[in-house]
């Protein structure tokens, strides 16, 4: 309904006018204090026949003649529905070209980087601007990243982090706290993103929303590609590091011995010497092939209901000698009645024999080997009493190359590649393999039941 008001001490005018503008909402007043409480609730129009007030309505001259008064306000009406209907759409309008500057910055800024955080940060900083939120998160696989206008409780920390991931915070003015009620605030959210806001979002809000994600969807890929080739290219650098030390030691060796041998010298010594030394060579070409037929999906495997105690054996008689030359013990503790397990054997005792060198490089004293019944299979543990594996480099530790204590030291020797293998072929059996923390290393992996 429209709001009418008309200023003027003429009762005969009020009178006519408040009978004209009988189907609105009217009012007359002459009292100076009673009119500024009610422009307070904003008219539409104002007649008067007297001084104009300060008010954003339209003004019409209080004239004698209702006719012309009711098509002035009329008129006047239109008008106002006219340049309220403009002033939305500039409004609009002008909010649309912040949006699309906000959503150009923002590419532009993605452009300019590679790194992960980078990019999560100017796409949150984005929807900030364009969407001034009260909280945002965002959570990968890792990390749960906050963006507070104001600062949060534990409690509230941890009813926004259910899965217990690490918290990465931002906050704008620490020295306010939200309450709970933050959590009832209105939200847009897709799988990662979720933001908060008492006001309510509008569809343009959305719009916006689903846009900015969208564009940091290809940028964040490309981190992620970008990392990933980085990776590689030190893993490949790396590769050539290890290979050409690990191979370059036994050439040595071979060459010394041929160049004694050429003498006429103590030749079955370095016969065998040299022997020893090609079997390292075949040991570490033959790592090498296999991670690269894994890689290729060409590695065959021939599964047989086999006895896993037949791979021990053969370990056992393999690094018994090896082991009593360095002092250790290597024992073994087989569980009675093992059901058959469904395996490759050769490739079972390739990874036995990878867990086993890798114990001999580390352990002080001894080495046991232990079967046992488990709900997924049988279990197989190679455990060792040297310094054992920190929590933090469980996963590591089956990447290719690697070795915990550093790289080009390699103070142990190895390729590097005998965990990667033996998690590959435990994976290709559907079987698990892993190792626990602490003092001396304990591997273990599990093969299903025939």
């Known amino acids: 309904m429209t709001r009418i008001l008309l200023i003027s001490r003429d009762e005969e005018k009020i009178e006519k006018y408040e009978k004209a503008f009988a189907a609105h909402e009217f009012a007359a007043y002459s009292d100076e204090a009673i009119l500024q409480d009610y422009l307070k609730l904003a008219p539409d129009i104002i007649f008067t026949d007297g001084e104009t007030p300060a008010t954003d309505a339209l003004i019409l001259p209080a004239t004698d003649n209702i006719e012309l008064a009711l098509k002035s306000a009329a008129q006047a009406l239109r008008l106002k529905t006219s340049c309220d209907t403009l002033n939305a759409a500039n409004k609009e309008l002008k909010n649309d070209i912040y949006n699309l500057k906000v959503l150009y910055d923002t590419n532009s800024r993605f452009a300019g980087t590679l790194d992960k955080d980078t990019i999560i940060r100017y796409m949150i900083e984005g929807l900030d601007r364009a969407l001034s939120f009260s909280l945002c998160t965002f959570t990968d696989d890792e990390t749960l990243m906050i963006n507070s206008v104001c600062e949060l409780s534990d409690e509230l920390i941890e009813k926004l982090n259910p899965h217990k991931l690490k918290v990465v915070k931002t906050v704008k003015n620490p020295a306010k706290r939200f309450s709970f009620d933050v959590l009832q605030y209105n939200t847009l959210s897709t799988e990662q993103v979720k933001i908060y806001r008492e006001k309510a979002f509008t569809p343009d809000d959305e719009t916006f929303f689903r846009t900015i994600i969208a564009q940091a969807v290809a940028p964040l890929d490309n981190a992620r590609i970008y990392k990933e080739t980085s990776r590689l290219e030190q893993l490949k650098s790396e590769f050539v590091s290890i290979v050409s030390h690990e191979l370059r030691t036994p050439l040595t060796s071979i060459k010394n011995s041929l160049d004694i041998l050429a003498s006429g010298a103590a030749p079955e010594k370095f016969l065998d010497m040299a022997q020893r030394n090609v079997k390292r060579l075949n040991g570490i070409i033959g790592f090498g092939l296999d991670l690269s037929r894994i890689e290729a999906g060409k590695m065959n495997?021939?599964?047989?209901?086999?006895?896993?105690?037949?791979?021990?054996?053969?370990?056992?008689?393999?690094?018994?000698?090896?082991?009593?030359?360095?002092?250790?013990?290597?024992?073994?503790?087989?569980?009675?009645?093992?059901?058959?397990?469904?395996?490759?054997?050769?490739?079972?005792?390739?990874?036995?024999?990878?867990?086993?060198?890798?114990?001999?490089?580390?352990?002080?004293?001894?080495?046991?080997?232990?079967?046992?019944?488990?709900?997924?299979?049988?279990?197989?543990s190679v455990e060792d009493d040297g310094p054992g594996v920190a929590a933090e480099d469980l996963e590591k530790i089956f990447e290719p190359f690697a070795q915990v204590q550093g790289t080009l030291s390699r103070s142990t020797g190895g390729s590097g590649l005998g965990l990667s293998i033996a998690k590959r072929f435990i994976e290709a059996?559907?079987?698990?393999?892993?190792?626990?923390?602490?003092?001396?290393?304990?591997?273990?992996?599990?093969?299903?039941?025939?």
């Not at 059996?429 to 025939?450: N, S």
Request: net charge negative; glycine share 6%.
């Open 301 to 380: 495997y021939r599964f047989e209901k086999s006895d896993i105690h037949d791979a021990i054996d053969y370990v056992q008689a393999e690094f018994s000698m090896p082991a009593k030359e360095k002092g250790i013990e290597l024992n073994v503790v087989e569980a009675v009645g093992l059901p058959p397990v469904n395996a490759d054997m050769g490739r079972i005792e390739q990874v036995l024999s990878n867990l086993v060198s890798n114990a001999l490089k580390f352990t002080k004293t001894k080495i046991t080997i232990k079967t046992e019944l488990v709900d997924d299979g049988v279990m197989v």
């Open 429 to 450: 059996h559907r079987g698990k393999i892993w190792c626990e923390p602490g003092e001396g290393a304990k591997f273990r992996f599990t093969i299903p039941l025939a």
